[in-house]
Structures are given as C-alpha cells and as structure tokens.
C-alpha cells in the first residue's frame, strides 16, 4: 500500500505556499503516538513536503529559515 497523500492537506499547503513560503514552518504529531496502528510513514512525508514545496529554496524557508526567524534561533 502505498502513502497517502493527503489531498486536501496538499491543496492548502500548496496554495499557502504560493501566497507566502516566508510565514510557514514544517510541523508533524512525531512520534505519531495516536496512529499506533497505522502510523505514517516519515520519510513519505517528508517527500510529500518536497512535492508542496516544489523547490530547495522553500524547503530550505519551511524547515530552517522560517523557524530559525520564528523562534529566535542564530543561523
């Protein structure tokens, strides 16, 4: 089976990342503790990041940049 892809989550990602790549910050319920059962898969995930993204320039603003300005952190 393969891993979701989360169609409407992907429709809002992409639309947010067209209008303003600068505000957003990746976010995940990791350890995935409620999806004992069926949790997803990380690495699918983060491939369908890159998919929404479409860019190393917004990946690079969603996992480092825009959460280094968020919380404060030195680059």
Known sequence: MGAPDYPDASAVARAYLSIAPERLVWGSDWPHVTEQ???PSDSALRALLDQWT????HTQQVLVTNPARLYGWAL
């Open 54 to 57: 479409q860019s190393a320039v």
């Open 37 to 39: 059962n069926h949790p």
